[in-house]
């Protein structure tokens, strides 16, 4: 077995993630080969395995590094937000854009990737490191057996890519004084884009379409009607 420094471990593992990130993006999970990861690196099919126990474990990290990507566009998409109506439709117009033009994302959060492969993985945990020791992994995600953490972990994960709505139900800008109602209703939306390019939607209306779901949501939503849009 090939023995490598902790730099050139690092530096493979980055190199793999990439990889994946690529061809998981272009072909979806079932087409893409472990050696079509590995020819791209450079690397032999074996050295694989010094870094992932499996397809579904770089396929799992590239979704997570994914995940963290969205989590930092967000936050600066709403940094400079002046109102809770700003917060929440640059929420929506982040999350909704990058849904459409990611299939990772889409796949993320749309279709429940990370759940049906840690499924496959058979309950393994990700707590900050892989299985090497290294901090890589950017979360916590548990299988879907009894007992376990995974509806836990998945709501942290909508706490922290949506931390806004404590603080609007706090201040009494919302309709209403539920925030996880208000977090479910932002994330249910992103399942419009399932709609584009099919029968229910023609093609050509649903940016139209869209742009009035956002302002309906926020306008209902917040007890001040307006939109950052309309400024």
């Given at each position: 077995?090939?023995?490598?420094?902790?730099?050139?471990?690092?530096?493979?593992?980055?190199?793999m993630v990439d990889a994946g990130h690529e061809l998981f993006a272009r072909f979806?999970?079932?087409?893409?080969?472990?050696?079509?990861?590995?020819?791209?690196?450079?690397?032999?099919?074996?050295?694989?395995?010094?870094?992932?126990?499996?397809k579904e474990e770089l396929y799992l990290a590239v979704l997570i590094a994914e995940?963290?990507?969205?989590?930092?566009?967000?936050?600066?998409?709403?940094?400079?937000?002046?109102?809770?109506?700003?917060?929440?439709?640059?929420?929506?117009?982040?999350?909704?854009?990058?849904?459409?033009?990611?299939?990772?994302?889409?796949?993320?959060?749309?279709?429940?990737?990370?759940?049906?492969?840690?499924?496959?993985?058979?309950?393994?945990?990700?707590?900050?490191?892989?299985?090497?020791?290294?901090?890589?992994?950017?979360?916590?995600?548990?299988?879907?057996?009894?007992?376990?953490?995974?509806?836990?972990?998945?709501?942290?994960?909508?706490?922290?890519?949506?931390?806004?709505?404590?603080?609007?139900?706090?201040?009494?800008?919302?309709?209403?004084?539920?925030?996880e109602i208000v977090r479910g209703l932002l994330q249910s939306l992103l399942f419009?884009?399932?709609?584009?390019?099919?029968?229910?939607?023609?093609?050509?209306?649903?940016?139209?379409?869209?742009?009035?779901?956002?302002?309906?949501?926020?306008?209902?939503?917040?007890?001040?009607?307006?939109?950052?849009?309309?400024?």
């Amino acid at each position: 077995m090939t023995q490598f420094t902790d730099e050139d471990r690092e530096r493979i593992r980055e190199a793999m993630v990439d990889a994946g990130h690529e061809l998981f993006a272009r072909f979806g999970f079932d087409r893409t080969r472990v050696s079509d990861v590995t020819d791209e690196v450079e690397i032999g099919t074996s050295t694989f395995y010094q870094f992932f126990d499996s397809k579904e474990e770089l396929y799992l990290a590239v979704l997570i590094a994914e995940r963290e990507r969205l989590f930092a566009r967000l936050e600066t998409a709403v940094a400079d937000a002046e109102s809770p109506q700003a917060e929440a439709e640059l929420i929506l117009r982040t999350t909704l854009e990058q849904v459409r033009s990611n299939p990772l994302i889409r796949r993320l959060f749309v279709d429940g990737e990370v759940r049906r492969i840690d499924e496959q993985l058979n309950g393994t945990k990700y707590e900050g490191s892989n299985k090497n020791g290294d901090s890589d992994y950017a979360d916590t995600v548990c299988s879907d057996a009894p007992n376990s953490d995974t509806n836990s972990a998945m709501e942290s994960d909508l706490t922290r890519v949506l931390p806004q709505p404590e603080e609007w139900v706090a201040r009494d800008d919302v309709r209403i004084d539920d925030p996880e109602i208000v977090r479910g209703l932002l994330q249910s939306l992103l399942f419009v884009t399932q709609a584009r390019e099919t029968p229910v939607v023609a093609d050509d209306s649903y940016d139209e379409i869209e742009e009035a779901l956002i302002d309906t949501v926020v306008t209902g939503l917040f007890a001040d009607e307006s939109l950052i849009s309309r400024d």
